[in-house]
């Protein structure tokens, strides 16, 4: 972990010794080594009543619950803006799947009063040229998407035209007065069409998002088996829905400066993306994003309306919002079809022999978008025989995206049918066969998990079902004159990680600011880092703020795969222990102090208090 410390009044030598708050953590009237409990005691005892673990009211609930929570549609220009006032773009969006614009007419759209441009391909400002200009840091292999880079259409819905005017609807209305003409081309959309054309997603182990490696002799075991089941399973596209629309309001300060309030799970990432596809220097533009209306993987990546209002802000020098429609919400961000084929083989004793997972997924024709569709069985179940493969159909569709629990969701979902129907070919019942099949180890990595309490969960939740009284023959369970039916089925997740910078600025009145350029997608971000800052700072929660949603705060990863709350509260519990360290050097150098020979791991922060 990184750690950042910055030091303003209770580090700043004589206005800590006797002030208030966290001046008394190093007062030799409040430094104190107890004789019947060690430093590490304290903190386990404080523990007990520590505001992790405890049911809390969101810090950020009233300025939701009261509208003072801004959303990135809701931000007007500040008094830093230039220009004639707050503009409105509404995108034109192509009527064709695959083809070329021959002719753009916005001639009777410019028309209408109070409209002030048009931006196509043809009039943009400059923007980058290379691949790499428009890569974030979640893109896949392959050439990202360039909103109104060319003439050339690659999906039904792609951006082809900004109206920008004074107004919303006088925006709206005059899009609708744009006039296209295409060179239509054939496409292809389905995923059944293109199956046998798939091409393979990575080598076996070659990606983390790929298929891990084979193990064992699959062929010979399947061959061998007792019991066998193969099955077909399907998964359509899911599109996200969240609340709020992907919107952007790019404030114009003049002199190519720009703040841009985006909707997105990672500020940083899109301001890499802006800098990099519009050939800004960093320090010109600022992307904040304090709250989201929910994401759920499809705000990973920068999504095109940012770019646009960006674009449009520099073009017309004033400030541009653009918000996207609720169709054009279903044109990006969502999670692939797939087609999963799934072998099983057991002996009579129910324990598994063998295991074949292949999947099909949709991708673009431009990038190769994947996760790790079909190795989940190695996480779940013992096996030592296994073989997966991973195959990519392109299709002329925006490429596809993370939506909650990437992979998992589908792969899993089709391994836990599998395994449903091997339970029934085995006349086994189904927890019992995943009891006998379970896992102690990571079968694909051969090493053990950091936890895994699966086991338990199962019996808890068989106990609390009911289980017992299931009947497995069909059609036999009932409710008056409704079928009853009784299943079960497991989800497995991985425990992640990432490296993250966190800043604590703590004042002589006893407040810590702890800042973070992460996001909170809705999850509560904001409260578990007030808690856990509570905790390991010893103060109040009404003593901590915290600032996040920042492209000028200590580095961030983007919002995702369920690993902020780690990596972040890692990170501030990490800055504590410096913060600590800093405050007994601090109170070492009091004259006679009773800490001058304590170490940094002797002492602890309670209560407002500096103690050993």
Request: with cysteine.
């Amino acid at each position: 972990m990184v750690n950042e410390i910055s030091r303003r009044g209770v580090l700043g030598g004589a206005a800590v010794v006797g002030s208030a708050g966290w001046g008394s953590l190093i007062d030799p009237a409040d430094v104190r080594r107890p004789a019947t409990a060690s430093a590490q005691e304290t903190q386990r005892s404080r523990t007990l009543r520590s505001y992790i673990g405890t049911p809390t009211s969101r810090v950020d609930g009233r300025a939701k619950v009261t509208g003072v929570a801004k959303y990135a549609a809701e931000f007007n220009e500040s008094g830093l803006a230039l220009g004639s006032g707050l503009a409105h773009g509404s995108v034109v969006t192509s009527a064709i799947t695959k083809g070329r614009i021959l002719e753009i007419d916005t001639s009777e759209a410019l028309r209408v009063a109070g409209v002030i441009d048009v931006l196509t391909h043809q009039n943009r400002p400059d923007t980058a040229g290379t691949d790499d200009a428009y890569k974030d840091e979640t893109a896949p292999e392959g050439s990202p998407f360039r909103p109104l880079y060319d003439d050339k259409i690659k999906f039904n819905g792609q951006p082809i035209a900004l109206v920008v005017a004074e107004e919303p609807e006088i925006a709206r209305f005059a899009a609708s007065l744009v006039r296209v003409k295409y060179h239509e081309e054939t496409h292809v959309t389905d995923l059944y069409r293109q199956r046998d054309a798939a091409v393979a997603a990575a080598k076996p182990g070659e990606s983390m998002f790929g298929p891990p490696k084979p193990r064992g002799k699959v062929a010979e075991a399947l061959a061998a088996a007792a019991v066998r089941h193969t099955g077909e399973y399907y998964v359509p596209i899911e599109h996200h829905n969240p609340m709020e629309m992907y919107a952007s309001t790019a404030i114009w300060h003049g002199d190519e400066k720009i703040t841009v309030y985006d909707k997105t799970q990672g500020v940083q990432n899109v301001h890499r993306y802006l800098c990099g596809a519009l050939v800004l220097e960093p320090d010109d533009v600022r992307v904040m994003s304090p709250y989201m209306g929910g994401g759920f993987g499809s705000g990973l990546r920068p999504q095109y309306q940012v770019l646009l209002a960006v674009l449009a802000a520099r073009a017309l020098e004033r400030s541009v919002r653009v918000v996207l429609t609720r169709a054009q919400m279903y044109v990006l961000g969502y999670r692939p079809a797939m087609l999963q084929r799934i072998a099983l083989a057991a002996n009579t004793g129910g324990t598994l022999e063998a295991i074949t997972h292949d999947a099909v997924t949709v991708t673009s024709q431009y990038e190769n978008f994947f996760r790790q569709e079909t190795g989940w069985s190695g996480l779940l179940y013992t096996c030592a025989n296994a073989k997966y493969e991973h195959k990519l159909a392109r299709l002329d569709l925006a490429t596809a995206c993370d939506m909650r629990c990437p992979s998992a969701a589908t792969g899993v979902y089709a391994l836990e049918c599998a395994m449903d129907e091997l339970a029934v070919a085995l006349k086994v019942d189904p927890l019992e066969l995943r009891l006998r099949c379970y896992s102690d180890r990571d079968q694909n990595t051969d090493r053990p998990y950091s936890s895994k309490n699966l086991r338990e969960c199962y019996h808890q939740g068989a106990e609390a079902f009911g289980w017992q009284r299931r009947n497995a023959e069909p059609r036999s369970m009932r409710e008056g004159s409704e079928l009853v039916g009784w299943g079960m089925a497991t989800g497995v997740w991985e425990a992640l990680q990432m490296p993250i910078a966190v800043r604590i600025l703590l004042s002589a009145n006893g407040h810590a600011e702890v800042s973070c350029a992460t996001s909170d997608i809705g999850t509560g971000t904001y409260t578990i880092m007030a808690q856990v800052a509570a905790d390991m700072l010893g103060l109040p929660l009404e003593n901590i703020s915290i600032k996040l949603g920042d492209s000028t705060l200590p580095q961030s990863p983007v919002e995702g795969g369920s690993w902020i709350a780690a990596s972040v509260a890692n990170g501030i519990a990490t800055t504590s222990a410096a913060v600590r360290s800093e405050l007994l050097r601090l109170a070492k150098q009091i004259p006679s102090s009773p800490l001058a020979d304590a170490s940094p791991d002797e002492v602890a922060l309670a209560d407002g208090k500096l103690v050993s």
